[in-house]
C-alpha cells in the first residue's frame, strides 16, 4: 500500500501563500458601514475634488442708481488704494451661515449689509459665467441697517430669523426675513461698563452661539464677557460669564449638550464655564447672580510649547485666537485658529494640542502684512468629515486640512512620514490643500447637506467652492 501513497513534501517545499489584501469595497458592502481607515482615506479624494465653480460680487443698490454702503466703501476703498486705510478695512464678508437646511445663505459685511440668498438658485447660475454681474433674481432680502456688522446667524429654533452682531454696536439685532423691513424686530442689548471718569462705554459684540434645546442666546463682547440672554425674560443679560481679561472675545461655542461654554480671544486663552451644576447653575435659574468666572482656562501658548518638534523650528509667543469651533463629526476636538494664520485641534477631554497646521510665513512668499492690520477671519468645517476650512491671511485661497482624530492624519503632531510611507507605501497618503481663489477669503460656510462651501472675501464677494458639474448628454 505504500507505494500509492504520495510522499509528503518537506515545509520548506511548500508553496508559500501569497497574502492578498481584502477589497475595501466588498467590506462595506458585507459589514454595512464605513471603517475609519477607509473613511479617512475617502476624505482624501474629497478634498481633492473641490475647486472654485462661481464667484458673486456685492453690487447691489439700495434704490435706483443708488448703490448701497457696501458697493460705495468697495469702489471708493479701490478707488483710494492703500492711502486710506480705515476705509479699506470697512470692506469685506465678515461672516457667512446657512439655516439647519440649507436652503438660504445669510451674509453681512463690515459696511453694514445683510442680504439673504437662495442658496439653490445661486449654485444654479454658477455653471453660466465665471463672474457673474449684478442680479437681483437670485437675492431674497437685502438690508442695510447703517452700522457695522462682524457676525450673523440663524436662529435654530425660528428659521425665518436672522441675528446679527457689530463690534461697534452693543446690541444684538433680531431680523425676521419674511419682512422686508430694514429696522429689526427685536434687539438685546448688553450691560454698559463704567469707567473710571464715569463714563460708559458699550459693548459690542463679535459672535453668538445658541442652545438648541430652549430660548437662550450666548453672545461674546469685546470686554471679555460671554452674555447669556433668555428672550423669555428680558432684552438684558440674565448671566454674565466673565473672564480674567477685559480683552476682546473674538467667539463663543456650545458644547452639544448645551451645558459647556467655550470663548477664545485676544490674549490667546481658552475658558472654559460650566453650568450643569454648583453656582453658575443655581446664578442661571434663580437670575439673581449676574457673574460668573470661568471652571478653568488654558494658555494655548504653553500647550504649544509642549510639542517639541513645533518648538525646535520657530518661537512660540502668545497669539490672539480669532475663532474656535467644535467638530460636527467629533465631539471632543475643539479647532482654534490664531492671527498669524496657524490652525489647530485642541483636545478637550484632554486639554492637550493634538493637530497643529502652521502654514509658510508671509515673507516666503513676498507678501508681508503687519498682524496689527489683520482682519478676522471666521473658519468652519465641512459638516460630515474631520476637514477644516480657513482662509490664508497672506494668500488668495482657502485651506482645507485634515484633522482626523487618528495619528494617521497629516497634521497630527506624532504624525511620521517616513514610518507611514513604510508601512504601505501603495497607499495614497492624506495631505492638506490649498485651493486658490481670486480673492482674499475672511468668512466661509459649509453646506449641512452636501458640503458645498461659499467663502466670503474681502473684496466683498461670495465665492461658491464645490466639485464641478458635468453635463449627463453626449456632445454632438
Not at 7 to 15: A, C, D, I, T, Y
Not at 360 to 369: E, K, V
Not at 441 to 468: D, F, M, R, W
Request: hydrophobic share 35%; net charge neutral; charged share 25%.
Amino acid at each position: 500500500m505504500d507505494k500509492y501513497l504520495v510522499p509528503k513534501k518537506h515545509l520548506k517545499e511548500r508553496v508559500k501563500l501569497l497574502h492578498r489584501f481584502r477589497w475595501k469595497r466588498s467590506l462595506v458592502e458585507l459589514n454595512g458601514k464605513f471603517e475609519p481607515n477607509f473613511r479617512h482615506e475617502m476624505m482624501n479624494l474629497l478634498m481633492g475634488s473641490y475647486s472654485e465653480v462661481g464667484v458673486f460680487p456685492h453690487l447691489y443698490q439700495m434704490e435706483i442708481d443708488a448703490p448701497c454702503n457696501s458697493n460705495i466703501n468697495r469702489i471708493l476703498s479701490e478707488a483710494s488704494g492703500e492711502r486710506l486705510l480705515p476705509l479699506r478695512r470697512r470692506k469685506g464678508v465678515s461672516s457667512v451661515d446657512f439655516d439647519n437646511k440649507g436652503i438660504y445663505l445669510a451674509s453681512v459685511t463690515k459696511s453694514g449689509c445683510l442680504t439673504v440668498h437662495d442658496f439653490e438658485a445661486l449654485y444654479c447660475k454658477t455653471n453660466k459665467l465665471k463672474c457673474l454681474p449684478e442680479d437681483e433674481s437670485k437675492l431674497l432680502l437685502h438690508l442695510s441697517p447703517d452700522s457695522q456688522l462682524d457676525v450673523v446667524k440663524w436662529n435654530p429654533l425660528n428659521q425665518n430669523e436672522v441675528l446679527c452682531g457689530s463690534l461697534k454696536r452693543n446690541a444684538l439685532l433680531i431680523f425676521d426675513v419674511t419682512y422686508m423691513m430694514s429696522e429689526p424686530i427685536e434687539e438685546l442689548r448688553t450691560r454698559t461698563t463704567t469707567t473710571v471718569n464715569g463714563s460708559n462705554i458699550p459693548k459690542g459684540l463679535s459672535d453668538v452661539a445658541f442652545a438648541s434645546d430652549d430660548s437662550r442666546i450666548f453672545g461674546s463682547d469685546t470686554h471679555g464677557t460671554i452674555n447669556v440672554w433668555d428672550r423669555r425674560v428680558k432684552s438684558l443679560p440674565c448671566l454674565e460669564l466673565t473672564s480674567a481679561s477685559f480683552g476682546t472675545l473674538n467667539s463663543v461655542q456650545l458644547d452639544a449638550e448645551n451645558q459647556i461654554i467655550y470663548g477664545a480671544g485676544r490674549h490667546g486663552i481658552v475658558y472654559v464655564w460650566d453650568i450643569r451644576g454648583g453656582r453658575a447653575s443655581t446664578a442661571f435659574l434663580s437670575h439673581k447672580e449676574t457673574c460668573h468666572p470661568p471652571v478653568t482656562s488654558v494658555k494655548l501658548a504653553t500647550l504649544l510649547e509642549k510639542i517639541g518638534s513645533l518648538k525646535a523650528q520657530t518661537e512660540i509667543v502668545p497669539k490672539e485666537i480669532q475663532s474656535i469651533g467644535l467638530n460636527p463629526s467629533c465631539p471632543y476636538q475643539l479647532a482654534f485658529h490664531l492671527e498669524d494664520g496657524w490652525s489647530g485641534i485642541l483636545d478637550i477631554n484632554k486639554f492637550e494640542v493634538t493637530h497643529i497646521h502652521c502654514p509658510p510665513p508671509a515673507w516666503l512668499n513676498d507678501s508681508y502684512a503687519s498682524l496689527d492690520q489683520m482682519d478676522l477671519r471666521k473658519p468652519s468645517w465641512l459638516s460630515t468629515c474631520s476637514v477644516y476650512l480657513a482662509g490664508s491671511p497672506f494668500d488668495r485661497g482657502l485651506h482645507m486640512l485634515d484633522f482626523y482624530p487618528s495619528i494617521n492624519s497629516p497634521s497630527h503632531v506624532d504624525y511620521k512620514e517616513d514610518i507611514q510611507e513604510l508601512s504601505n507605501p501603495t497607499k495614497q497618503k492624506n495631505q492638506n490643500r490649498f485651493i486658490h481663489l481670486p480673492e482674499e477669503v475672511l468668512s466661509c460656510a459649509a453646506h449641512p447637506l452636501y458640503n458645498a462651501i461659499v467663502a466670503g472675501t474681502k473684496e466683498t464677494s461670495l465665492l461658491v467652492i464645490s466639485q464641478k458639474r458635468k453635463s449627463c448628454k453626449e456632445e454632438d
